[in-house]
C-alpha cells in the first residue's frame, strides 16, 4: 500500500472512530459493547497502518517506510 493510500485509509478509520463518539456523546446513538467495538476496531485499525507507515530504523529512529 502506497503511503497515500494508507493514509487516506488512516483517516477513514479515525472518521468512523470520530463520528461514533460524537454521536455517543450528542445522544444520537447508544453507547452499547457493540458500539464500542466499532469504535475499537477503527481504532486499532489505525494503530496498525501506523504502524506500517512508521517503521523504525536500525538507528530507533522513526521513519517512513
Not at 446513538?29 to 530504523?57: G, K, M, N
Amino acid at each position: 500500500m502506497s503511503s497515500p493510500d494508507a493514509v487516506h485509509e488512516f483517516r477513514n478509520h479515525l472518521a468512523v472512530a470520530i463520528a461514533n463518539v460524537e454521536a455517543i456523546r450528542d445522544g444520537v446513538l447508544p453507547a452499547t459493547p457493540d458500539r464500542c467495538e466499532v469504535i475499537l476496531q477503527a481504532l486499532t485499525e489505525a494503530e496498525v497502518l501506523l504502524a506500517h507507515l512508521f517503521r523504525p530504523s536500525k538507528d530507533g529512529e522513526a521513519k517512513p517506510s
